[in-house]
């Protein structure tokens, strides 16, 4: 059974025709071709797709595309700022937060909610609130770091300088 | 840019990565990401079953389903004189005779041999179609009784997975000096004996495998876009020796790369599949892995059975060390598997050690489960898991503390180079240095307050060492050949001035994480004197890249560097004689540095860049001496192995209640010889402790030993670890370098994976040997400990 | 996912009227549903979403109890200031169920519904004597739990509430699955007026009380007076994770801190 959905995604009006069975995470992935949002499992537990929906992180893979109709949805390919990195996105980078970045766009959104709701949140906050989010490459430390350097400079607030020294060499490309 | 400082940061600077913002942004092109016009998509019909006959498939109801395309099967790709996937390396046993090699069809005709084992594919317009259609394949199966465990393999009557493998033995492989040994441990004042398992884990990059095969009948060109760590040895093993394509005819990309950790190495039986039926149906064909097919599809890590013996005279020096393995090789050779239980393992055993005699055999068995093959560290884990375990033990037994017993037996940092006993000769390292620092960091002289405050609160607290040697690099082409490898090991780059003297560096190495296009492009920047804005790193395209092995075994940065070096020195000495020419002056005036060619002595110079559009512009030039262009090539073959060390100190506490433990520190003392980029090195340490520290206590691939069925085929039962599983790690480093290599380093990708299991496996038993616990195997879940503890309390209660 | 026809009715009578059909499935948050449809392990052929039903989400006081909504999330419930006045150890509960984008969408009345042997709100619901309110009548929580997945609802029967009595105190204890972070064992202890009930989920095929241990408590609720009452291990799950044996033995554990952290 073949539906049109019409949500808005990154602030644009956005319409799509899809099966019933049809995820939100193939309709951006395939009909819009919003490809940043990822799929690492099939069931429900790696957070690879966390996107936002009317502004709280859901799970892409676990929602219907047709439960989106009328909604608003951010991915991770509306979070900068033009071409200025969110100060989230920054603080991923300037803290060494990905490596083959697989699992980063869930990760970003998910701090993103995260700071949303506890703009200060602790080391031990921020590891507890990652349960849903798997990442293989990192071993989390430096993403514990930028969530929280991240959630400081949303804070308005001067962050530490980060662990491995200022940043050197090249600007973001 | 946080300071402005674009430029020529030296190598040693934390430069933040370059990749990283397409990353952020969702702009990385992994290959599901990639569309091509008129797509189809391929789902693959597996196996239920762990063992059985397959009487007949019948396809016809499928064929005839709405969207369907196509469906093959085996016959079809016999039909075509498709081959099997080959396997790498060739692995002799104690007699001389070589491995039995059972074939490894690329979609299985008459016999499945594990859950998962590949049926047929369908081709549809959607996946969802494909998916639906693959349900109405009619198969007649006639299911035998399976196999699942090393042991349980070896014993009479067990079902037999291969008829080419009697008694489902591979081959029976030994390295070292037998008769030594048992001398040695004939007249030893003491024996220390211990049986440990290595727990098989399944690698779990986050992004699925996925390929994409595609043929253009214009020009008879096959591409295969495909989640690979080594596009051309894809390349290779998939047109030599499964679809007989030529090279110049088949195009391999591995674009963004979502993570390997080994498993995206291997030539899988998929990406075959789709390039050959690409050409079948002239559409491209599309297949990505559900997480479910990752888990009985990709290639899985350890799964070892071991006994040890170390061998320690009455000054507590190790005088022999004895180990027998049994390796589970899965139910067909994947493309390495049979050189890590062998040359990446039983040739690690001296560790940091000096062990004078060693002896280790190892048997490689057939069972009805997923193939078993390199994953993270690759043998040495496993060596290094028995190494410091067995030392550990004979600390406890000879009541010396495990810091002064490694002490006492350490390769003293005067004695390189150091031959061992196992073949391998180490180049440099300084062990106790490491150590002193690890134990500094982690406040080891004051852990007893610590474990009698927990012991306050009712925990059990424990701390353990881990020491390691991994030998990475991987490896001398020669050296690697007379052991049986099939293919040479070296690493190619290109290094393409352009004419205005900007950069293109093209790597056979590949990035899947590890920030090459970062590291490499500090080490042009230093070594031309060029900004990194000028240097462009590509990597991954057979079509772009002369040659290239790829990325395994830490060897990117060792191998690949080095063969960048190798190739700039090229362009340096052409450009020298470009600038002599333009100036004026004899060649072996010219000196190179930052970027200039200056006459020596004289401020008369010519940068890159001029130089470059000379050899571009070629209205000025010495024809006669010189073609144009600035473009060199070169091959690298290393001449040793680097041997990366460290140590590695872990501090839990247990609760005896439930059997909960907390990982309460970590500390990681590495030397990976020099470093280019401490951020990203850390960032490789980081990973690595997290999968060694996940081998350790939660992750573990079980199958049902009656039915051969994956129990932990999802991450509903295959636990990984999280976020709070850990603490922040606590790193150093220490330098000494690489003496082989003109870049001075040994790799840093695995060493996490290979001190961090030894080491929480040491800190459990610490806490536990109070009741009398020798040993605890992996994972060691809370039941596992909860278990232990009970035991040895019943024990001790009837003492 | 197999194929099927989508509805999202507005009125109660329509959705439960869609029932009829014994292939009809209802979706509230989905966290089960669509996970089982992504593995092929259902087939239903109509899909009827919740989401839109006046009425059935949010959060409520009433006298001396506080009512929750059907289709109100994990997340609501947790941040909820009324629940984390009346019954403070629900809203800490719901905060232990899966991860925060999972209690985004997650609701009670799925959870209830779906009855999973290791999920949270079976023993929320039982120790405190909460009582189901459904399309068609109530149910005690006694009555409600019936067995593996299985519950007391009829077909075309929905649950639109869930009505939990304040208690004196209680407290949550979860013993998470490693890998799934489902509760192994889960123990949730309350003093209620009517007396202390224990509730155990994880262990057994469906949520249990342990009278037992109600007696003691009862009697003196301290974490000591139960300190030696073993449930028996036989019928208890076992599986890759945790043996019957095991699972007996924490539910101890998992009771004496439960009445412990009551304080
Ligand atoms: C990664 C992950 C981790 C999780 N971890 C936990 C955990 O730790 N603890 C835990 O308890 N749960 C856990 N869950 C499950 C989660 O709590 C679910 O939200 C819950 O079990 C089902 O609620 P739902 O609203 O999503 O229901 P759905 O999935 O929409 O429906 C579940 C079932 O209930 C039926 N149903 C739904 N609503 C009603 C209703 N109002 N009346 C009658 N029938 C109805 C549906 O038809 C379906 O059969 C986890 C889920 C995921 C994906
Ligand atoms: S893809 Fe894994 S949680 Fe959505
Ligand atoms: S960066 Fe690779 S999975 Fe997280």
Known sequence: MQKTVSLTVNGKPATATVEGRTLLVQLLRENLGLTGTHVGCDTSQCGACVVHVDGEAIKACTLLAVQAEGRNVLTIEGVADGDTLHPMQEAFRNNHALQCGFCTPGMVMSALDLVKNNPKPTEKEVREYLEGNLCRCTGYHNIVLAIIEGATVMRGETPPVAPHGPAHGVAAE | MADGSIGTPAIGASVRRREDYRFLTGQGTYTDDINRPGQVYAYILRSPHANARIGGIDTSAAASSPGVVAVFTGKDLEADGIGGLPCGWLINSKDGSPMAEPPHPVLVTDRVRHVGDHIAVVIAETLGQARDAAERIDIDYAVEPAVVDSVAALRPGAPLVWEQAPGNVCYDWHLGDSAAVETAIGKAARVVKLDLVNNRLVPNAMEPRAAIGEFNRATGEYTLYTTSQNPHVIRLLMGAFVLHIPEARLRVVAPDVGGGFGSKIYHYAEEAIVTWAAAKVRRPIKWTADRSESFMSDAHGRDHVTHVELALDADAKFLALKVSTLANMGAYLSTFSTCIPTYLYGTLLAGTYTTPAIYVETKAVFTNTVPVDAYRGAGRPEATFLLERIVDLAADELGIDPAELRRRNFIARDAFPYQTPVALQYDSGDYQTTLDMAMEAAGYAGFEARRREAAGRGKLRGIGIATYIEACGIAPSAVVGSLGARAGLFESAAVRVHPTGSVSILTGSHSHGQGHETTFAQLVSDHLGIPIDSIEIVHGDTAKIPYGMGTYGSRSLAVGGSAIIKAMDKVIAKGRKIAAHLLEAAEADIEFKDGEFTVAGTDRSKSLGEVALTAYVPHNFPHDELEPGLDETAFYDPKNFTFPSGAHIAEIEIDPDTGHLTVLNFTASDDFGRIVNPMIVAGQVHGGLAQGIGQALLEGCVYDTETGQLLTGSYNDYAMPRAADFPNFVLSTHVTLCTHNPLGVKGCGEAGAIGAPAAIANAIVDALKHLGVRHVEMPATPERLWRTIQEHQTRAAAD | ?263
């Open chain 3, 1 to 263: 996912m197999y194929e099927f026809d989508y509805h999202r009715p507005t009125s109660l009578d329509d959705a439960a009227g869609r029932l009829s059909d014994e292939d009809a499935k209802l979706v509230a948050g989905g966290m089960t549903l669509i996970p089982t449809l992504k593995l092929r392990l259902a087939k239903p052929t109509q899909l009827i979403d919740l989401g839109a039903l006046p009425g059935l989400t949010g959060i409520t006081e009433d006298g001396d109890s506080v009512v929750i909504g059907g289709m109100t999330r994990h997340a609501d419930v947790n941040r909820s200031e009324v629940v984390k006045r009346v019954v403070p150890a629900l809203a800490a509960m719901a905060g232990l169920i899966g991860d925060p984008a999972v209690r985004n969408r997650g609701t009670i009345g799925g959870s209830i519904a779906n009855n999973d042997p290791a999920a949270d709100y079976p023993a929320g619901v039982v120790a405190l004597n909460a009582t189901v309110r459904t399309n068609k009548r109530e149910i005690a929580a006694d009555d409600f739990f019936t067995g593996l997945f299985e519950t007391a609802l009829e077909p075309g029967e929905i649950v639109t509430a869930v009505r939990f009595p304040k208690v004196a105190m209680a407290n949550y204890q979860k013993f998470r699955n490693p890998a799934s972070r489902y509760a192994i064992v889960g123990v949730f202890v309350a003093r209620t007026s009517a007396g202390v009930r224990v509730a155990v989920t994880g262990a057994g095929a469906s949520v249990f009380r342990v009278p037992a241990m109600e007696a003691a408590l009862t009697a003196s609720f301290t974490a000591d007076a139960i300190k030696d009452i073993a449930i028996p291990d036989d019928g208890l799950n076992s599986d890759i994770h945790a043996s019957a044996e095991y699972r007996a033995h924490l539910v101890t554990v998992m009771a004496r801190r439960a009445v412990a952290a009551c304080g």
